[in-house]
């Protein structure tokens, strides 16, 4: 009898290998991975994909299960960190809260957010409200991960409960620690989005594609995350995948650009390209007006480009939109040695602007005055700037 206690205790039900061990680890946590990225973000948050209820309630169970996450308080939290996004009410901004607080203490930045009543009722709305979500996994969200604990314990023993816990903080790390504190604070950048968002890397595996958090912040409703050529994502993959089969509907994905050749007047539709691709546009004008400008006047001072430190290049791609009043007053030392730079500065504060303009009649008078003044300039790289942003359009 101790013996089989023993034995129970050491291997569980399974007797399974390390080697099987550690394969069932990879299949949960990644499960769970899909569950956050595919479920909770791509589909309940964003509506950029539709779900077969099947696939949806598996995917409601898991995350119980394996989370104790609430349908509702995870949209609500996320929803509320892109319309407030880097500012006091975003619920986990490096910007404001320092990086070490949202990579190690994310969870409690969650926690405490998903609290607020009336963001539950702004940002939560058309989330699932059928009985077993109020009775089960809203009303009792910490019986999943205790039903959990029993399950990995049956199956592998004492060991199965360092599986479980392993478990509990995959979600925690790399969601709340990981994507939220490192992407924003480190990666690359495809698009100047009016925030902090990276791409950690170019291959979104690990962690369901939510490595190209820059890419999501450019286009938030998109299903897809991966929008270069060199770049993948597992989660859409697993969309496509279901899609195949019946069990998911892609309702968005991003718009491709195009751009017209020999087009002498921004119309409508350049308008409209403008408009939806406006990180895009502002990405270009940084790499193709702004850096070329600064190299070009680094040359002719006998300087590299590297003479501007890091921080204020970086500025100079933004608009100075993270810099303190100090940052301010040295990137106007800069621009104050430069005037062909500081035009091109001054250019794309007022592209920026009219970008914002609500209006459509007056939006396209605004592009259409930009580019007539951008062509006038006599500032090359501006001019072909100019040319390729009068032919901007969403391809179809």
Same mark, same amino acid.
């Given at each position: 009898m101790l013996d $089989? *206690? %023993?034995n129970f205790l050491s291997n569980g039900l399974t007797h399974m290998s390390w080697v099987g061990m550690l394969v069932y680890m990879l299949v949960v946590t990644q499960l769970t991975i899909f569950t956050v990225t595919i479920y909770y973000h791509r589909c309940q948050t964003h509506r950029g994909v539709d779900l077969h209820p099947v696939v949806q309630h598996f995917f409601r169970f898991w995350g119980w299960l394996t989370t104790g996450m609430v349908t509702r308080e995870w949209v609500a939290v996320h929803r509320k960190?892109? $319309? /407030? !996004? =880097?500012?006091a009410e975003d619920p986990h901004s490096p910007q404001i809260y320092g990086i070490k607080k949202v990579f190690w203490d994310g969870v409690a930045l969650y926690r405490d957010a998903s609290e607020v009543k009336e963001d539950l009722e702004k940002y939560g709305r058309g989330t699932p409200d059928d009985w077993i979500e109020r009775k089960l996994y809203t009303g009792h969200p910490y019986w999943g991960p205790a039903l959990m604990l029993i399950v990995s314990f049956a199956l592998f023993g004492v060991i199965? *409960?360092?599986f479980w816990a392993v478990q509990m903080i995959w979600i925690p790390f790399w969601a709340a620690g &990981? !994507?939220?504190g490192i992407g924003h604070w480190w990666g690359y950048r495809n &698009? =100047?989005? $009016?925030?902090t968002a990276t791409n950690l890397i170019p291959w979104g595996f690990w962690i369901g594609g939510e490595e190209l958090h820059n890419n999501h912040h450019a286009f938030p409703s998109s299903a897809k995350f991966a929008l270069r050529k060199w770049e993948f994502d597992i989660g859409w993959a697993v969309i496509c995948a279901l899609r195949a089969v019946g069990l998911a509907k892609v309702l968005r994905v991003a718009p491709t650009l195009d751009v017209r050749p020999n087009v002498s007047l921004p119309d $409508? =539709?350049?308008l409209k390209a403008v408009l939806t691709h406006r990180f895009q546009a502002m990405t270009d004008y940084y790499r193709g007006v702004i850096v070329p400008t600064l190299r070009e006047e680094a040359a002719h001072a006998g300087e590299s480009i590297k003479a501007v430190p890091r921080r204020m290049r970086r500025a100079l791609a933004d608009g100075g939109r993270w810099l303190d009043g100090e940052g301010h007053d040295r990137l106007q030392a800069v621009l104050a /040695? +430069?005037?062909t730079l500081r035009t091109v500065v001054d250019f794309r504060? +007022? %592209?920026a602007a009219l970008m914002e303009q609500r209006g459509t009649d007056q939006a396209l008078k605004g592009l259409q005055q930009w580019i007539h003044e951008a062509e006038q300039s006599g500032i090359r790289a501006l001019q072909e700037f100019a040319a390729k942003l009068k032919g901007y359009a969403i391809a179809s």
């Open positions: $089989a *206690v %023993l960190h892109h $319309a /407030k !996004v =880097e500012t199965g *409960v360092a &990981f !994507v939220n &698009f =100047e989005s $009016a925030d $409508a =539709e350049t /040695k +430069r005037p504060s +007022r %592209l």
